[in-house]
């Protein structure tokens, strides 16, 4: 089972170049998010969906976008990058919302803009 | 919102030293969950409470859940070189999403 699947793995950008962070899930989950862990930050929720077509902001969802247009699939775009997204992404999915049970998470994604 | 604080933010221990997280969040929840992350890798659940003043044990693991369902606690016994990392807790309520303290660093020297 490969659970969730993020790429890429590692990517550098320039300032201003946009990107998308790909994160798919074979586990049939309907709830998935995107997360970013700064050093000694925590994680912080960007954007999350409960079912395909279905999308919210997160507490940080600012100079993000998101689609949901499977069940699988929940790419996380970033337009012109900023150093302040230099972060580890993280892309999750649960069976159901919060009070519900675990996230899994994938391996993450560590993206440097410079 | 809701906020969810962890103290402290690094423990250093020798091993064979016990070792304690602290969670506490502003609101009451629903349910508390615990996550340990390694170093350079991704985190991964451990357990989830539900209900007021619950105890959960994992071998050396010991969770609680406050009585009145705004706190946690993470304790480890008789610490060893395998438990190094960072452990989170996270808080749910009627949202959707989990809201995560920032976590705790577990170092552990043999």
């Known amino acids: 089972n490969a659970g969730v699947t993020q790429t890429p793995k590692f990517r550098i950008l320039k300032i201003g170049q946009s990107m998308t962070l790909q994160c798919t899930q074979d586990?049939?989950?309907?709830?998935m998010y995107w997360y970013r862990q700064d050093p000694g930050m925590g994680l912080k929720l960007i954007y999350y969906s409960v079912g395909a077509g279905i999308t919210d902001k997160g507490e940080v969802p600012n100079g993000y976008n998101v689609s949901r247009s499977t069940t699988e699939d929940f790419p996380l775009r970033l337009e012109l990058a900023a150093p302040s997204q230099t972060s580890v992404y993280f892309c999750?999915?649960?069976?159901?919302?919060?009070?519900?049970?675990?996230?899994?998470f994938g391996e993450g994604s560590r993206l440097t803009v410079l | 919102g809701q906020q969810v604080m962890q103290i402290p933010q690094y423990q250093h221990v020798q091993e064979g030293e016990d070792f304690t997280t602290y969670c506490n969040s502003s609101?009451?929840?629903?349910?508390i969950q615990w996550y340990k992350q390694r170093p350079g890798g991704h985190p991964v659940f451990l357990i989830q409470l539900v209900k007021s003043g619950e105890v959960k044990k994992q071998k050396r693991l010991t969770f609680q859940f406050g009585e009145a369902k705004k706190n946690s606690s993470l304790h480890i016994t008789a610490t060893q070189t395998t438990d190094v990392g960072t452990y989170f807790c996270?808080?749910?309520?009627?949202?959707?999403?989990?809201?995560f303290g920032k976590g705790t660093s577990l170092l552990v020297t043999p």
């Open positions: 586990m049939n989950h309907n709830y």
């Open positions: 996270a808080g749910g309520n009627s949202g959707y999403a989990l809201n």
């Open positions: 999750a999915s649960s069976v159901s919302g919060s009070s519900a049970g675990e996230l899994f």
């Open positions: 609101t009451t929840l629903s349910n």
